[in-house]
């Protein structure tokens, strides 16, 4: 093996990464509503997830290698890389790369940590900026497009965060509130079986709409990774064993649960009856394909916990927690800047060091830190044992209520 | 700021398809579990209720297969289009 193929490995090593922590972190955008209603058990519906999204990477037959056009200038339109970046055997293109997606990864991981749903899309774009600005200047980032359509930086991230949650709101608040006029005073068994198919459908919707549309997002990169270096010159088909390699990435980590997360979206915003969980995944479903179809398209994340905080505006005597709010969409509004920070320090480290070593050191810190945060999870583990249990203690003492983390839980074992 | 421009222009379209997806089929849901919660009520048989019921959870279930079939149409690179009124799967311009 040469010192690039070693280089290479370490990307898709990586790229696979990102795509597994993609999978756990987005979980809850389709299930978190329909374990918080009991509508599936929680095991039962992060295998159905699961499968869907990886029946969905497969349905990505047609996969745009063009991924990271959208906000930097590290390839050409028809995706081959730029040529000045492949001169020396692609080194400098894999650098970037691999420092994107380690900034991508670390971010995704401490959101994980601290419960919170970002936008895992805006995370591998923040960590492509960030290693982009470090090893080509501000001129590498594509900050506003040509004008011809929705493109760059702020078309294509900025813009969609502010107005995915808004509009995903305004629809689930809709429907939540007629809903509720329209089933009020029914017996629940009347309403319980027909809520509880109405959430999984939906729910399946999302499941299999995030496998199509962030598999691909994986996929493209290591393409491009394998175009840059010499391995692969097809730009219109992707290797097989990339599908497969990012379906199975993507499944895995949907499977796995991201706990954590799921239990922020499904139990800390609002609590959820049944009737909002349907009104809640339905207009997830409906604007997340809309937007897709209409070339518009929003971050699965944005939209999910647009919809849930719409849908506790929309039931009367529901309560929100504005403070778990208020810590989402700071979340939200860091992810950009933190993961391009990280990206910007690893382009940084691996370019000082130099070659494979430094590729290697980028790579060791990426473990590094995935462990820190993995053994810092074990102190509060949350699982599906877990998942459902109350926000906030009734009984004495009580733990703050906006630190998921701290919920007292003794059961040692668990997931994610 | 023409990118201002393309997405609120983006915006108000996936907002009105949203509205009449993600909140109008669950409400013709909940009327369907209104009307089957009718047909029995009271301990007298209303087969209208039954019939419109099913009728309106059909037309969810439409709305939920032109869903999967677009996410289908779109990995094999394909689009929907409405220009005939009803879907058509045509190629991605």
């Given at each position: ?10 990307v898709?090593?990586?790229?696979l990464a990102?795509?597994f ?45 063009t991924?990271?056009?959208a ?62 600005i ?16 929705l493109?760059g ?10 107005l995915?949650p ?12 007629i809903?509720h ?16 198919w ?25 393409t491009?990774?394998l ?43 609002v609590d ?26 929003l ?24 403070r778990?709010?208020?810590r ?11 993961a ?29 830190a ?5 053994f810092?999870s ?18 004495p ?6 630190e ?5 839980v ?7 | ?27 013709l ?61 045509v190629?991605?311009?």
């Open positions: 093996m040469t010192q690039a193929s070693v280089v290479l490995a370490l898709v090593v990586t790229a990102f795509d922590t993609n999978g756990f972190h987005d979980t809850a955008n389709a299930m978190a509503t329909t374990i918080a209603t009991k509508a599936l058990k929680p095991k039962t519906a992060v295998a159905l997830s699961g499968i869907l999204n990886l029946v969905g990477a497969f349905l990505s037959v047609q996969v745009a290698l991924v990271t056009n906000v930097v200038k590290i390839q050409n339109s028809n995706g081959t890389p730029k040529e000045s970046l492949v001169s020396d055997g692609g080194s400098a293109l894999l650098l970037i790369i691999l420092a994107g997606l380690v900034g991508g990864i670390v971010w995704n991981l401490l959101t994980w940590l601290l419960g919170l749903p970002s936008s895992s899309s805006h995370a591998l774009f923040g960590g492509l900026i960030g290693a982009t470090a090893g080509l200047g501000w001129a590498g980032v594509n900050w506003n497009g040509d004008g011809s359509k493109d930086v702020v078309g294509k991230v900025l813009l969609p965060a502010v995915s808004v509009i995903a709101g305004v629809v689930a608040l809709v429907g939540t509130w809903i006029r329209i089933t009020a005073g029914l017996a629940a068994r009347h309403t319980d079986q027909g809520f509880k109405g959430q999984i459908g939906s729910a399946s919707l999302v499941s299999l709409a995030h496998g199509t549309n962030d598999a691909q997002k994986t996929m493209g990169v290591i491009l990774a175009i840059a270096s010499g391995d692969w010159t097809d730009t219109k088909n992707i290797p097989f064993w990339v599908k497969v390699a990012c379906a199975l990435a993507i499944a895995l980590g949907t499977y796995l649960g991201g706990w954590r997360i799921i239990r922020t979206l499904g139990k800390g915003l959820i009856a049944p009737a909002q969980g349907m009104a809640a995944q339905s207009s997830s479903a409906a604007v997340i394909l809309a937007s897709s179809h209409l070339g518009f398209a971050s699965t994340t944005h939209v999910a916990t647009g919809s849930v905080l719409g849908s506790g505006l929309g039931r009367p005597g529901a309560q929100v927690r504005w778990v709010a208020g989402m969409i700071t979340a939200w509004l860091i992810t950009l800047p933190a391009g920070l990280v990206g910007a320090a690893m382009w940084g480290v691996g370019h000082l060091v130099g070659g494979l070593a430094g590729a290697l050191v980028v790579f060791a810190v990426l473990v590094a995935s462990l820190a945060v993995w810092r074990r102190r509060t583990p949350i699982g599906s044992h877990n998942v459902n249990d109350d926000w906030e203690p009734v009984a003492p009580a733990a703050p209520a906006d998921p983390a701290r919920v007292p003794t059961a040692a074992h668990g997931g994610v | 700021m023409h990118n201002l421009g393309f997405a609120l222009d983006g915006a108000w379209r996936v907002l009105l398809a949203g509205l009449l997806l993600g909140a109008g089929l669950p409400v849901f909940a009327l369907g579990i209104r009307s089957l919660a009718w047909a029995d009520a009271g301990g007298v048989a209303r087969p209208a209720g039954r019939t419109l019921g099913y009728g309106l959870f059909a037309v969810v279930i439409l709305g939920v297969l032109l869903g999967i079939t677009f996410i289908v149409a779109t990995g094999f690179g394909k689009a929907l289009s409405f220009e005939h009124i009803y879907p058509t799967i190629p991605k311009h």
